[in-house]
């Protein structure tokens, strides 16, 4: 009689822990510590897993994005990604740049209801969503699109990855102050927000400011505990003297200033009056930041190479650059150079000739709110005052004086809009306009 041999155990069939927080590690913090006024970074987390999964179940293949509170801007913006979706970052809600969403397929996330249907509407209590069972994981890259600001030509459209961003957020916590609560004049929507407000609040462990403060008066009332802010010229120059100076000194621990360039006198009264110099960022949507400065020379970021090329073309190339940029011509050989920061005990590097730091990549000058295009005046046969209101960084000044001496132009024969394109000279005559009403008014 033979014996049967017992049956093998079944083994038993152990499954792997979802990985149902994907989220966490990128937020740098406690599950329990905020991320934004009200929200901890574990209920950030678990929202953005909401929206996520149920951006997958819907098969959501590119989103785009348009927040006033830039927080849950951060969350839908991760949310995408995870889910494997392109995503557009429209500058503003033109019909040429929903369009251009549009034609890319894509949702509408916002936290404004006229933006986003009801599917998509990003609320409070999208905030307060439970993390969904099932598990997430990162797709190998995620990308996302945005565009230039056309200040030389036509808008521009940039792709960004996540490796880039997340490159660029890292070096920049490294250089940036140790710990803030960012508070913002400026948007998400375009990469110096983008930047700062997101990608690096996130890596430096700090919280973000949900509202972007358009009015100096509403960057001043936020800041009633430590905070850094983030801001362009143009608002930091109506900051002016009468100010609560004194309290602000105690809480202000830093301040971010890109978009163009911040004029001496105003950094002069920032360090004046809180004690620091403001950080100058210069870069462009094209290459990222390329330098820094606090009150003294321009520092490259470690990771940053940049030079003069031969035939005095601007070069830089970065981890978040998407390869070697080539730019506009440099004006001169004579403008502050850039230094490159001692790594390592070797000595600062310097390129073999100098952008000036007052030109902003792409062909454009930047002041405050009036950027003006470098080329295309001689190209175009624009007469000597035009050309001169050119190199003086002055195109919508130029603009200006064209318009209002057009009588004059077309009695000899010229055309008054000659050298400039349609947007100047529409904007020119919203200028006039708008003079000439003040000179009514009081007279």
Same mark, same amino acid.
């Given at each position: =009689?033979? =014996?049967?041999?017992?049956?093998p ?20 913090? +406690?599950?329990?510590?905020? *991320?934004? @006024? ?49 995503v557009?970052?429209p500058?503003?809600?033109? @019909?040429?740049?929903?369009r251009?969403?549009?034609?890319? /397929?894509?949702?509408? *996330? ?15 209590a ?6 969904? !069972?099932?598990?997430l994981?990162?797709?190998? $890259? ?6 230039t +600001?056309?200040?030389?030509? @036509?808008a521009?459209?940039?792709a ?11 070096a920049?916590? $490294? ?7 960012g508070?913002a ?17 996130? !890596? ?27 801001? %362009? ?7 002016? $003297? /009468? ?13 971010i %200033? ?6 001496e006198?105003?950094?002069?009264l ?44 601007? &070069?830089?190339? +970065? ?8 730019q ?5 050989? !004579?403008?502050?150079?850039?230094a490159?920061?001692?790594?390592? /005990? ?16 792409? /062909? ?14 001689r ?5 000597? $005052? ?20 057009r009588?004059?132009? &077309? ?11 349609d947007?100047?000279y ?6 006039? =306009?708008?003079?000439? !009403? ?6």
């Open positions: =009689m033979t =014996m049967k041999r017992p049956k155990p079944v083994p038993i069939q152990l499954q792997p822990k979802p990985k149902t927080m994907p989220i966490l590690p990128l937020l740098n913090r +406690s599950p329990d510590s905020l *991320l934004a @006024e009200g929200w901890t970074a574990s209920q950030f987390s678990a929202a953005t897993l909401s929206l996520a999964a149920r951006l997958r179940a819907h098969q959501v293949r590119a989103a785009a994005l348009w927040f006033d509170d830039a927080a849950r801007f951060a969350s839908a913006l991760l949310a995408a990604w995870l889910a494997g979706a392109e557009y970052l500058p503003n809600l033109a @019909e040429e740049n929903r251009w969403a549009e034609a890319g /397929g894509a949702v509408w *996330l916002s936290d404004v209801p006229e933006v986003s249907d009801g599917l998509w509407l990003y609320d409070g999208a905030e307060q969503a439970a993390a969904p !069972a099932e598990a994981e990162w797709p190998h $890259e995620n990308v996302l699109y945005l565009k +600001s056309g200040s030389s030509g @036509e521009k459209v940039e960004k990855t996540r490796t880039q961003m997340l490159a660029e957020a890292t920049l916590a $490294e250089r940036l102050p140790a710990s803030w609560r508070l004049g400026v948007s998400p929507q375009h990469l110096y927000g983008l930047t700062f407000r997101v990608f690096v609040s996130l !890596a430096a462990g700090c919280e973000i400011g949900r509202r972007q403060c358009v009015y100096p008066e509403l960057l001043l009332a936020d800041s009633r505990r430590e905070c850094v802010w983030i801001a %362009s010229p143009a608002l930091l120059n109506r900051l002016g $003297e /009468g100010r609560d100076w004194a309290r602000l000194r105690q809480n202000v621990r830093g301040i %200033s890109a978009g163009g360039m911040l004029p006198a105003t950094a002069a920032l360090q004046e009056k809180l004690g620091f110099a403001p950080h100058d960022v210069y870069g462009s949507t094209e290459t990222g930041v390329i330098a820094l400065r606090q009150g003294g020379a321009w520092e490259l970021l470690p990771a940053v190479e940049a030079s003069v090329n031969e035939e005095n073309i601007f &070069q830089v190339a +970065s981890p978040w650059s998407g390869g070697v940029r080539r506009a011509r440099v004006a001169g050989a !004579a403008g502050a150079r850039f490159r920061p001692r790594l390592g /005990g070797r000595r600062a590097l310097r390129p073999p000739s100098a952008a000036r730091p007052d030109c902003r990549l792409g /062909g454009t000058f930047r002041r405050g709110h009036c950027r003006a295009a470098r080329t295309g005046a190209r175009r046969g624009a007469n000597p $005052e035009t050309a001169s209101g050119q190199n003086a960084r002055h195109r919508r000044a130029a603009a200006l004086l064209a318009f209002c001496r009588p004059a132009a &077309q009695s000899a024969g010229e055309n008054p809009r000659a050298g400039f394109s947007g100047l529409r904007a020119a005559n919203r200028a006039a =306009m708008g003079f000439a !009403a003040r000179k009514r008014r009081n007279a």
